[in-house]
């Protein structure tokens, strides 16, 4: 111990030291400044809270101000889409009326085209005719009772025989419209005397139209609702045509 | 042999223990930076743990170098 | 840009050349005024004669170079405490700054780590953890003050003891050491002189712990405060970690719990060991460190030495506080520990 230096009143002295020094540091230092510690901590604590409270404010008034814009927002797109839709349906409008006009003119022009052709054809009618006779003459080589010819034309073209429309003899049909077609535009004496037999078979009521088709070459077609009566010359020869076979 | 040589040769060898000491102190260092570079958040705690590990490592070479210094000095 | 480049060049370059000039008027220096290889006493030297005699104990008090050391960085700290600190504290202020600003952070990291272990009994931990931590770093650091450990006047009892130990040496009588200054007859003489000679001298000052009765008084005191908390805590309880008679009662295991308590005991003890010498092996290998670096290479050498230490004497401030620390803390919770110390 005495090598060491180990000396028990020089420890004891300086375990008195550490204690008198201890108790006056504890005093004035430590004690001091462990309180000042502990209330910075607590104001800074506070602080925090008081900054974290401000700070939930901001973000609820951050909130609100995102709800107001994306209301306003989703307003301001259904009034553009109301808009728009609107815009889209005057257009289709506007260009329905244009389709519309469109083709009530071309149905007029097709109307006028129809008329012209008839009237054409009509003419044609008396010339054909003619023609007819005389190529028949030339082919018989005698002379023809011309107007008993005529009469004949007339009827082969017209479908109708002493008055009576040959198609309609012993047919029934029920129907409230029917239509007419012929080879070559009927005259206005024809048509009335068709209308009326047609309408007396349809059983007095109903709506005639008159149709001209060169191709069925002569008689009529009439056909009432789904039911077709053909009197007509190619329908005839249709028929033979397969009867020949 | 002179009292005097085997005496510095008897403090030499005693220090042959701060090997082993230096060698924990190493361990300690390598055990704490790696505990920091999988956890830097907890750099604080393991920087305390690893301080306290390496003290009580170095005292064992403090043992070592106190019995040199008796057997130098007395 | 280029201006603050300029500046900071010009910096450097007058670091550079006083960094050369101290090198260079410390070989002159070292030329001149050779160091002597030093005479290192385990124990403190005496500085006077018997003062007085301890009165239970009647041994003879001498005034050592370490009592006087650990007189300075009480009146240090004392007077740092009521004159600098406390006007400071007293002014209300939340925001400190130069040395008072130090302490205060040190304390708190000291209160943080305290806070972090001994839960409720913080305030009763934290004054003794602090004061061991500022006397012990206080201490360490008047290590590095040049002069301290080198400056004093010629120890006849060393000279004899040194003598003793080595015949061959010589010793100052014989090489007339030039003295720095003369007090009544004392010749007031410094580490240095001519190389063959041993320079057996008493410093004024020693660093503390460099003198066992300062570690172990600390150690000491350290022990007490672990059993007082520990006894404030659980009251007799607390002794049931040593003597657990208990156990005994017990079947199985009980008896290897006695036996462990047994043990506890004799770790206890040890802890004062264990701590007065930690602290006392640290700074007295830093002390003889300086001393052998300073002579051997008298030049820049003991720069790198000396930041070392200041790294050591922290650590070792707040390594014995922290120890103590945490076995207080220890001592206030009821299981007994499984490691108790090292």
């Known amino acids: ?245 | 042999m002179e009292a005097e040589a085997a005496k510095m040769i008897g403090a030499g060898i005693a220090m042959i223990g701060a090997m082993g000491a230096g060698l924990g102190v190493g361990l300690a260092a390598l055990g704490g930076v790696q505990g920091i570079a999988r956890n830097p958040d907890a750099a604080g705690t393991i920087q305390t743990s690893m301080i306290l590990g390496i003290v009580f490592t170095e005292a064992i070479a403090i043992y070592c170098l106190v019995v040199a210094m008796l057997i130098l000095f007395i | 840009m280029a201006k603050q480049e300029a500046t900071r060049k010009w910096k450097y370059g007058v670091n550079r050349w006083i960094a050369l000039a101290i090198i260079i008027a410390g070989v002159i220096a070292a030329g001149m005024y050779p160091p002597l290889r030093p005479y290192i006493s385990l124990p403190a030297e005496h500085l006077t004669d018997t003062l007085f005699y301890f009165p239970l104990t009647g041994e003879k008090f001498f005034l050592t170079n370490t009592m006087v050391a650990v007189l300075i960085a009480d009146v240090f700290l004392i007077a740092l405490a009521l004159f600098v600190i406390r006007p400071a504290l007293k002014s209300g202020k939340q925001v400190f700054k130069g040395i008072v600003g130090v302490v205060e952070a040190l304390v708190e990291v000291i209160y943080n780590l305290t806070a972090g272990t001994a839960g409720k009994w913080t305030k009763t931990i934290v004054p003794i953890f602090a004061t061991i931590t500022f006397l012990v770093l206080t201490v360490n650091w008047m290590e590095l003050i040049p002069g301290v450990d080198s400056i004093g006047v010629i120890n006849e009892i060393s000279l004899e003891h040194a003598h003793h130990v080595n015949p061959d040496l010589h010793v100052e009588t014989d090489c007339d050491i030039d003295p720095l200054f003369t007090i009544g007859n004392t010749n007031v003489v410094s580490i240095g002189g001519q190389p063959d000679c041993a320079a057996a001298i008493a410093p004024f000052v020693r660093a503390a712990a460099t003198d066992l009765n300062f570690t172990l008084g600390l150690a000491f005191v350290s022990f007490m405060a672990i059993q007082i908390i520990g006894v404030r805590a659980q009251g007799l309880r607390y002794f049931e970690k040593f003597i657990n008679i208990r156990a005994l009662g017990k079947p199985g295991m009980g008896k290897i719990d006695f036996i462990v308590g047994i043990f506890e005991i004799v770790s206890e003890f040890s802890k004062i060991i264990s701590f007065s010498f930690r602290l006392f092996g640290n700074i007295f290998a830093g002390m003889i460190l300086l001393l052998v670096i300073g002579t051997l290479i008298p030049v820049a050498a003991q720069t790198g030495v000396l930041m070392l230490e200041f790294a050591v004497g922290l650590i070792q401030a707040l390594v014995f506080g922290m120890l103590t620390m945490i076995f207080m803390a220890q001592a206030t919770q009821s299981h007994h520990g499984d490691e108790e110390h090292h």
């Open chain 1, 1 to 245: 111990m005495e090598a060491l230096g180990i000396n028990l009143g020089f420890l004891l002295v300086q375990v008195f030291n550490f204690l008198l020094l201890l108790i006056l540091l504890r005093k004035f230092v430590f004690t001091p400044i462990v309180n000042m510690l502990e209330k910075r901590r607590e104001t800074i604590s506070k602080g925090l809270e008081d900054a974290s409270i401000a700070a939930e404010a901001r973000e609820n008034a951050e909130k609100e101000a995102e709800k107001l814009l994306s209301e306003a927002r989703s307003k301001a797109a259904t009034e553009a889409r109301e808009l728009t839709a609107r815009a889209e349906a005057q257009a289709k409008e506007i260009i329905k009326d244009a389709e519309a006009k469109a083709g009530k003119a071309r149905e007029a022009a097709l109307a006028e085209v129809d008329q012209e052709r008839v009237r054409v054809l009509g003419e044609v009618r008396g010339q054909v005719g003619a023609l007819a006779v005389a190529a028949a003459q030339k082919l018989i080589g005698e002379a023809l009772d011309a107007k008993k010819q005529q009469t004949l034309i007339d009827e082969f073209f017209s479908g109708v025989k002493a008055g009576k429309v040959t198609v309609l003899e012993g047919a029934d049909a029920a129907g409230s419209a029917a239509v007419v077609t012929s080879a070559l535009p009927l005259s206005a004496a024809e048509q009335s005397s068709v209308q009326e037999q047609v309408l007396k078979t349809l059983g007095g009521k109903g709506e005639v139209t008159f149709k001209v088709d060169p191709n069925i070459l002569g008689g009529l077609v009439v056909r009432v609702g789904d039911k077709v009566l053909d009197g007509s010359v190619s329908g005839q020869l249709g028929a033979l045509r397969q009867s020949i076979r």
